[in-house]
């Protein structure tokens, strides 16, 4: 999965809407975002995981407290997302479930969450649980293998070097598709315990024969 197009509105430290054309940093290779502390880094990651799963990239940021603290009244709380997957375009628009001040009269309402995919054929997804169904099947991954594969906050590399072996497995079992030869590994040791079986019980019949 590579992120084309990025678009943050009134999301994390960023007030008004910021547009950010990845497709420049190139097709290929690994890209690393540096900047002092507090200048907005970590959001980047929030927001393309945002975009896809509906979550941050960290486990300590609810999706409730993406809203900016800083932007307008009027300003909408989004991020849109278009990125390139085994060389088809898709585009994803998302917002978290906020609360803003009334267009009419005092006091606040609650925007509802909603989520939106454009599928690379022209058709839509609606709906938040729809698209996180797409999503997952679309690139193989949830969002915690997302975020340690993928799109790496600082110090949760580590995460994926110091998983368990058996984590590690499902995890690259699920990048490289190979879950077809676990499948197969397992109905050989079924057939062979089966054979195994008839075999004892063949043998039992020979000595009671006998």
Do not use: W
């Not at 060389?87 to 005092?106: C, E, F, I, M, V």
């Not at 077809?180 to 109905?187: A, G, T």
């Not at 315990?193 to 043998?203: G, H, I, T, V, W």
Request: net charge positive; charged share 30%.
């Amino acid at each position: 999965m590579r992120p084309t197009h990025l678009v943050i509105s009134a999301f994390g430290p960023y007030a008004g809407r910021t547009e950010l054309d990845l497709d420049r940093l190139g097709d290929h290779g690994l890209y690393l975002i540096t900047g002092d502390t507090g200048a907005g880094k970590t959001t980047i990651f929030d927001a393309i995981t945002f975009a896809l799963y509906g979550e941050a990239s960290g486990d300590s940021r609810d999706p409730s407290m993406l809203r900016s603290k800083y932007a307008e009244d009027s300003t909408p709380t989004f991020v849109e997302l278009t990125f390139v997957h085994t060389g088809r375009t898709y585009a994803l628009r998302r917002n978290p479930a906020y609360q803003r001040r009334k267009a009419r009269g005092s006091g606040f309402t609650t925007e509802a969450a909603d989520a939106e995919l454009i599928l690379p054929d022209g058709r839509i997804v609606h709906k938040k649980n729809e698209v996180d169904r797409a999503v997952r099947d679309i690139l193989g991954v949830d969002r915690a293998q997302f975020s340690r594969i993928a799109v790496l906050a600082q110090g949760d590399f580590q995460k994926l070097l110091l998983a368990d072996t058996k984590e590690r497995q499902g995890i690259f079992r699920d990048i490289f598709g190979t879950g077809l030869y676990r499948d197969f590994q397992e109905r050989v040791k079924a057939d062979a315990a089966a054979l195994d079986a008839r075999r004892e019980a063949a043998k039992a019949g020979i000595r009671q024969y006998i």
